[in-house]
């Protein structure tokens, strides 16, 4: 069974510019959830995904914002980027984390915003 | 919000030392799970607790979800250079997305 994948690995943006981070989860998992990793804070939890619905969502700016369709995907967008925004972005995926929390997370993108 | 609280930061150990790593928290959670975490890669799951008092064994770990369920600690016995990674805790309430710990760094010396 192919675990989460998420694309691209890495990315290199400029401050204002946007990006888009994609997320396939487990085959059969519906529940998406994205976290952000710095050094400095840890992982940070941005916002859950379970059947096309925002079911959580973290301390974030508004320009932090995601979506899944109907397979299960996700992607997330970060508009206007800034410096503080380099972190890595890592997808995480459960059946349905209200019944079984176990997460599994796939290899993450390192976003560098310059 | 929760936090945990997770010691730890870092440990340099000789192979073969057995580790213990601990989380705390002021909050109750319903569940606890170790992950460990490797350079580049996303964090993989080792271990989840779910009853007070529970004491899991997944190979050289064990891990213990603690009476008053605002804890958890996660020992390695006979440590080996691939356990080198940071180790996570984390921890669920209810409905609530899962709260991380800061991890531990794990250097294992040869």
């Known amino acids: 069974k192919a675990g989460v994948t998420q694309t691209p690995r890495y990315l290199i943006k400029t401050r204002g510019q946007q990006v888009t981070l994609s997320c396939s989860p487990i085959?059969?998992?519906?529940?998406v959830s994205w976290y952000q990793q710095t050094p400095g804070q840890g992982l940070q939890f941005l916002f859950e995904?379970?059947?096309?619905?925002?079911?959580n969502k973290g301390n974030f700016p508004g320009r932090f914002s995601g979506r899944q369709f109907s397979n299960s995907r996700s992607e997330m967008n970060v508009s206007t980027l800034e410096l503080g925004d380099s972190a890595l972005y890592l997808c995480?995926?459960?059946?349905?984390?209200?019944?079984?929390?176990?997460?599994?997370f796939g290899s993450g993108t390192q976003l560098s915003v310059l | 919000g929760q936090q945990l609280n997770q010691s730890p930061q870092s440990m340099f150990i000789q192979e073969g030392e057995d580790v213990s790593m601990n989380c705390t928290s002021s909050?109750?959670?319903?569940?606890w799970l170790w992950y460990k975490q490797d350079p580049g890669e996303g964090p993989v799951l080792l271990i989840a607790?779910?009853?007070?008092?529970e004491l899991t064994s997944n190979g050289r770990l064990t891990a213990q979800f603690g009476i008053t369920r605002k804890d958890s600690f996660l020992n390695i016995s006979a440590s080996i250079p691939s356990d080198v990674g940071i180790y996570f805790c984390?921890?669920?309430?209810?409905?609530?997305?899962?709260?991380f710990g800061k991890g531990t760094r794990l250097s294992v010396i040869a």
């Open positions: 995480a995926s459960s059946l349905d984390r209200t019944v079984d929390e176990k997460l599994f």
């Open positions: 085959s059969g998992h519906r529940s």
């Open positions: 995904y379970f059947s096309e619905t925002q079911r």
């Open positions: 909050s109750i959670f319903n569940t």
């Open positions: 607790l779910y009853k007070a008092g």
């Open positions: 984390a921890g669920q309430q209810g409905n609530t997305p899962l709260v």
